[in-house]
Structure formats: C-alpha cells, structure tokens
C-alpha cells in the first residue's frame, strides 16, 4: 500500500468514500428526516460534498446533544431539590400547570447561554415546584426574565438585593467595573441596563410609601438660582439617586437567585463508568 493513498485520517480515498457513506446513513436512521435529505442528495452531490455533509450533520447532532443532556442535567437538579416525600409537592409535578411551566423553560432553551441562566432556570423550576408563594402568572414571568435579560442584569440586581437604596456609581464600583468616560459605549450599556430592569419593573428608584403602600409624590425640589444650574447631564453613574427592588424584583431573587440546597447529591455517569453517589 503506497503512502501517496492514504490520507492524514489513516484512509484511503475509497475507505473514505465508504466511510462518508456509512455515517450519512447512520445519522439519516437516528434523526428524523435526514434519511430522505440524504437519499435525495446522493445523486446530487460528490464523494467530497458528501464528507462536508457528514461533517456539518455531526457538528449539529453534537449541538442538538450537548442541548439535551443540558435540560437532562436540569430537570435532574431540580428533582434533587424537592421533597418527593410531600404528597402535595408530588401533585404539584404532576400537574398540568407544573407540566406547562417545564415546557415554557425548555421552549427557548438557545436563550439559556450560560451556566449561570440555566442554574437561574432550575432554581424556578424548582422553588415552583416546592413552593406557592406566588402565581404560575408571575412565574412565567420569570422564566420570560432569564430569556430576556444578561448576566450583567442579574449582577446589577444582586448588589441592589444586598444593598437597598445602592446607587448606580456604587453598582458599578461594587461590581469591579473600571472607571470609563461618560460617552464611552460602557457608560451607555449601562444606562441601558437600568433602564431595561427599570421599564421591566424589576428595580426602581427608591420611593417613600404610605400606610397602605401607596407611593407618595417627591417634594418639588428647589429651583436654582440664575447661574447655578448645572452644566452637564446627569451621570451614568449618579452617585445620588438610591435604588430598590421592586415586589417583583424581591420575588425573582426568591425564585431564581437564592440556590435550594440538594436534597440528593448524584453525578452524571454514562453506562457502568460513574455510579450515583452512595448517602446511605
């Protein structure tokens, strides 16, 4: 067998041939539909389209893969969190407004980039499950927030959770951010940022409230003398005016952000590899 023949794979060009072949029919018989993409494509395209297939076909069924083991992970961690000893939580599972929260979370899984957001996911799903503090309406909600929001949005919240009435320049000097200019795309990202949670009803400016929680109105401040009116715009970074969580925001940090502690510890194992663990 010359060299010249064999290819850096270890094959030679009518092994490869073969080889191309025998996937694209593997995964033509896992995958529904790509048995009929693959018969109707074989007298269309040439041995070397064919391994480009196969190649581009294998990366998606990794993704498609690595996505389901994700929610397989996160359905596990949630059951690991909830009581199935309690009778109500068990109804709960099972019923079918549990049921459609589930498929919400999992509907636009590709939102859920992160590690951070899937555990966010799995901490409502979970509090849901083992608690009724609030309605599925709200919890909806929520799981609309983790599709709709970033990591930094959650960062902001946390600080503001730990720190009542916490500034914006403390946010971002609490959270290590450097020191930018006013007109730098960091200083408007995160004027954004606030904005977004603000209209979001996440996080509001601080507010004084009556006995039955109704807002008061802000004493008129006093007008400037001529002269003495400011010159620049308020900064991103006010040092001023203090922030809050709203009702909403205290009840999202409940649901999502605060981690449920297991109450079964396992391990992710393949066929006799790993074992769950053993809490005898």
Do not use: C
């Not at 270890?10 to 539909?33: T, V, Y």
């Not at 498929?103 to 499950?129: C, G, H, M």
């Not at 039955?212 to 003398?225: A, I």
């Amino acid at each position: 067998m010359e060299m010249d023949n064999i290819d850096k794979d270890g094959l030679e060009p009518d092994q490869k041939k073969k080889f191309a072949r025998a996937a694209l029919n593997a995964a033509g018989g896992s995958i529904p539909f790509i048995g009929g993409l693959i018969s109707a494509g074989a007298s269309y395209w040439s041995e070397n389209e064919q391994e480009q297939v196969t190649k581009i076909l294998k990366q998606w069924m990794q993704m498609l893969e690595d996505e389901l083991r994700e929610k397989g992970k996160t359905i596990a961690e949630v059951v690991a969190r909830v009581d199935m000893h309690d009778e109500q939580v068990r109804q709960r599972i099972e019923s079918p407004e549990y049921q459609a929260l589930l498929k919400k979370a999992f509907r636009n899984w590709s939102s859920v980039d992160t590690e951070y957001k899937r555990q966010r996911v799995r901490n409502i799903l979970a509090t849901a499950a083992a608690a009724k503090t609030t309605t599925d309406d709200v919890v909806r909600l929520f799981l609309d927030w983790i599709n709709m929001y970033s990591d930094f949005h959650f960062q902001v919240i946390g600080e503001i959770y730990r720190n009542p009435g916490i500034t914006r320049g403390a946010m971002w000097d609490n959270l290590g951010k450097p020191d930018v200019r006013e007109d730098s795309a960091e200083a408007d990202l995160f004027k954004l940022l606030i904005h977004d949670l603000s209209t979001g009803h996440v996080i509001r400016q601080h507010r004084d409230v009556d006995g039955r929680g109704n807002f008061m109105l802000k004493r008129p401040t006093p007008r400037s003398r001529p002269g003495m009116a400011p010159r620049t715009a308020k900064s991103a970074f006010d040092e001023v005016e203090p922030y809050e969580l709203t009702d909403l925001g205290r009840q999202f940090v409940h649901y999502a952000m605060n981690e449920i502690t297991a109450k079964i510890e396992f391990h992710e194992y393949e066929g006799d590899e790993k074992r769950p663990a053993d809490h005898r």
